[in-house]
């Protein structure tokens, strides 16, 4: 969550407001699938937290910045 404030309050300073958030971040790993025991829950938990967890936090922070006035 920090980094995501943080990101936040680097564009606020440099720009003053915050019109839209496009929250496109993503990552993922290639496994073959003959070879699918390579994938282990800590690469599991690396991906759910980019794609999923750190989307939700930039979401959190931008929300009191896209509030209608």
Request: net charge positive; charged share 20%; glycine share 8%.
């Amino acid at each position: 969550m920090a980094s995501a404030q943080r990101l936040l309050d680097a564009t606020m300073a440099r720009v003053g407001r915050l019109d839209v958030l496009v929250n496109n971040a993503g990552t993922t790993v290639r496994i073959a699938h003959e070879d699918f025991a390579t994938a282990t829950p800590d690469g599991f938990r690396r991906l759910y937290d980019g794609n999923v967890v750190g989307t939700w936090q930039m979401r959190v922070a931008a929300a009191p910045h896209l509030k209608v006035t």
